[in-house]
Structures are given as C-alpha cells and as structure tokens.
C-alpha cells in the first residue's frame, strides 16, 4: 500500500488514481484529521461482493459444501447450461 499525505497527493492525484486502478494498489491518504483510503472500483466492488457473501449464511454454506463436494459428484462443464 502506497502512504502518502494529502498535499503530495494533490500533486499526484492523476497518477495515484490511475496506479490504483492499473495495480489495484490502494492509497493511503493521511491528513491532520485522519486517513482516506483510495480504492479502485474494481478493489471497492470485490470488498462489497465479499462482504455480502459473507453476511448471507445460507450462500456461504452452498460455497462451503461445493469447495468440500468430491470432484466426481460434480457437473462436467460440458453439461453446465448457462
């Protein structure tokens, strides 16, 4: 993760942003009242999926069994409709 404070920030600011969507490096931007974290929308829809897979119970048992099924009771990919 890339520190940096928020006056050198506005210096960079189109370089940081396309870093962090290049490279999916957050940025750390500290100021005198706190730090801001610059994410890409890639970075920032991921959390949130994960986040919400992790708050549904039912849907992270169906991972959970499917990581845990033996590979021979699985569907072929050939045989999956989409």
Known sequence: MTNINITNFRKSIYELVEQAIKYNEPINISSKNGNAILLSEEDYNNIMETLYIS????LKKDIIDGIKAPIEDCVSEDEVDL
């Open 55 to 58: 708050s549904n119970e039912n």
